[in-house]
């Protein structure tokens, strides 16, 4: 019996193939579960309701009684970007509860013998969870603007658009690795306010992290949320955001206290995702 050696350049095709399955399947599977989770005309208002509420009541109510007339409008703008930071986390991580429904009464045997790479799986829930949150950020600037927030519109709003896209493929990362190594959706559930809630309050969301004791502004130091914060900040509000940066770094160059930051937030969605690819990947063997 002879064996034939499978030449070199069909096994470089076979793998170019893999990688346009891989590309070809993400927006797919993001459109599938976009139609999961917006079925209907509810379940599209219901997800701009929270930034609805933190833009019409929560912001300007806190704006009102924590700050004096004249500090009204910063402080309220500054809560208002200081809500993304609840939004994104809390947005991801429901979005999560969706793939461990589907992991135990859905579609997910199925999706993982299709002839598609794992990966493409987790890229295509990210890319509906990005969609829905960009839908969300829309509504809360739009509404917190109509409000009285005053942004300022210039380059420095690609700081924001930057930001706000690790940040949400950072936290949807995290929500994959709960997904994978939570059973339940109880489980998943009671997971979802340390996660999501409790950095809220350590990030200088409400106030700078300088207000903290030292311990505790040493650990903000190190939450993503702070650092993205900072962005949010620093790409709509330029002089609350170097504040916020100078807090962080201590530095005076205002381009590399943001740069630094951007890069300490892409360090972590990076860690996130390849962990969530490869959990789930294994997940799916097993």
């Known amino acids: 019996m002879t064996v034939t050696a ?6 470089g095709k076979r793998g170019e193939k893999s990688r346009t399955k891989e590309v070809r399947a993400a927006p797919t599977l993001a459109m599938r579960r976009l139609a999961l989770s917006v079925r209907n005309p509810r379940a599209l208002v219901l997800p701009v309701m929270n930034p609805v509420l933190f833009a019409l009541v929560i912001a300007p109510a806190l704006a009102n009684t924590v700050a004096g007339p004249a500090q009204q409008t910063t ?21 999560g509860i969706g793939v461990v429904v589907d992991r135990q009464q859905g579609a997910m045997r199925e999706l993982l013998v299709a002839p598609i790479r794992r990966s493409s799986i987790v890229l295509g829930n990210m890319m509906a969870a990005i969609a829905i949150t960009s839908l969300q950020t829309v509504v809360l600037i739009g509404l917190s603007v109509a409000r009285g ?15 706000t896209l690790v940040y949400t493929v950072l936290m949807y990362s995290v929500a994959e690795v709960l997904a994978t190594r939570l059973p339940t959706a109880e489980a998943y559930t009671a997971a979802i306010p340390v996660v999501a809630i409790v950095p809220f309050f350590f990030a200088g969301s409400l106030f700078p992290i300088t207000a903290l004791p030292g311990w505790l502004s040493a650990i903000a130091k190190a939450l993503p949320l702070t650092h993205a914060l900072a962005l949010f900040r620093y790409g709509l509000t330029p002089s609350s955001g170097v504040r916020a940066l100078h807090n962080i770094w201590g530095m005076t160059n205002v381009t590399a206290m943001a740069v630094l930051s951007a890069a300490v937030i892409a360090a972590y969605a990076l860690l996130a995702f390849v962990a969530a ?5 294994k997940a799916g063997t097993s």
Request: charged share 5%.
């Open 75 to 95: 402080y309220m703008t500054f809560l208002a970007l200081a809500t993304m930071g609840l939004l994104i986390p809390l947005n991801s991580l429901f979005f």
């Open 149 to 163: 927030a005053d942004y300022v519109t210039s380059t420095h709003v690609l700081w924001f658009v930057g930001a």
């Open 277 to 281: 690819v490869r959990l789930f990947t």
């Open 6 to 11: 499978i030449p070199a350049p069909i096994l």
